[in-house]
């Protein structure tokens, strides 16, 4: 059975000392500059909450960068960021998108079902949902996503995609109107990067069914 432990958080949402890492990473997950440190003792983290932030404590910022390192050097991922994905059943056709915390899996968004849609269209929808929200949150986590397509299309700020524009996908339009405005009236620092699937196994925020749409 694993040790109890104790999460001290100086910089966070909310500073204190948590039992659970559940409860601390709601603290510190997306803040920038948060500053925690786990213990095995209540009496080490009252003690290390009491005395402040020391050098050995973990830093959000400073973990996300070196894990980038290894990012980079493709024998690994950052643990600390968002994972987005899409599914669409058909081509067009029913399709969503999510987005998780790429550690744990859990769940941050998640849109849909909606009719008509494709996989680069889902894709891009949840890379500027996740845009959005850490924006929100003065976060610096970076983005996963497996779709190149997506990708450039955000990079681009204008979605490339062939589906005609009529009563059956009107609601699709708003929604990409809306992200690409979002995109043409934003700044942002937020590395969005490509989910390696070969090295890495399926990205944390994989639906499990695949799709070949290419519009």
Same mark, same amino acid.
């Given at each position: 059975?694993?040790?109890?432990? $104790?999460?001290? *958080?100086?910089?966070?949402?909310?500073?204190?000392? !948590?039992?659970?890492? &559940?409860?601390?990473?709601?603290?510190?997950?997306?803040?920038?500059?948060? =500053? !925690?440190?786990?213990?095995?003792?209540?009496?080490?983290?009252?003690?290390?909450?009491?005395?402040?932030?020391?050098?050995?404590?973990?830093?959000?910022?400073?973990?996300?960068?070196?894990?980038?390192?290894?990012?980079?050097?493709?024998? +690994?991922?950052?643990?600390?960021?968002?994972?987005?994905?899409?599914?669409?059943?058909?081509?067009?056709?029913?399709?969503? !998108?999510?987005? *998780? $915390? +790429?550690?744990?899996?859990?769940?941050?968004?998640?849109?849909?079902? *909606?009719?008509?849609?494709?996989?680069?269209? @889902?894709?891009?929808?949840?890379? *500027?949902?996740?845009?959005?929200?850490?924006?929100?949150?003065?976060?610096?986590?970076?983005? $996963?996503? &497996?779709?190149?397509?997506?990708?450039?299309?955000?990079? /681009?700020?204008?979605?490339?995609? +062939?589906?005609?524009? &009529?009563?059956? +996908?009107?609601?699709?339009? /708003?929604?990409?109107? =809306?992200?690409?405005?979002?995109?043409?009236?934003?700044?942002?620092?937020?590395?969005?990067?490509?989910?390696?699937?070969?090295?890495?196994?399926?990205?944390?925020? &994989?639906? @499990?069914?695949?799709?070949?749409?290419? !519009?």
């Amino acid at each position: 059975m694993a040790k109890k432990k $104790y999460y001290v *958080v100086w910089v966070g949402k909310n500073a204190g000392i !948590y039992d659970t890492w &559940d409860a601390c990473k709601k603290q510190v997950i997306g803040i920038k500059g948060a =500053r !925690y440190k786990s213990f095995l003792s209540k009496e080490e983290a009252e003690s290390a909450f009491k005395n402040g932030p020391k050098m050995q404590t973990n830093s959000v910022k400073k973990d996300s960068k070196n894990e980038q390192i290894s990012s980079k050097n493709k024998t +690994t991922f950052i643990e600390d960021s968002i994972s987005v994905d899409a599914a669409c059943s058909g081509n067009p056709g029913v399709m969503e !998108y999510k987005g *998780v $915390y +790429t550690k744990d899996s859990e769940e941050l968004f998640h849109f849909g079902p *909606v009719a008509n849609g494709t996989n680069n269209i @889902g894709e891009f929808l949840a890379i *500027v949902h996740a845009l959005v929200l850490l924006k929100e949150q003065n976060s610096s986590l970076p983005i $996963y996503t &497996d779709s190149k397509t997506a990708i450039s299309w955000v990079s /681009k700020k204008h979605a490339n995609t +062939t589906i005609p524009r &009529d009563f059956s +996908t009107e609601h699709l339009w /708003k929604l990409i109107d =809306r992200a690409t405005n979002w995109l043409n009236q934003n700044n942002y620092t937020t590395e969005i990067i490509k989910w390696e699937t070969k090295l890495w196994g399926e990205s944390k925020a &994989d639906f @499990g069914r695949k799709s070949s749409s290419k !519009y």
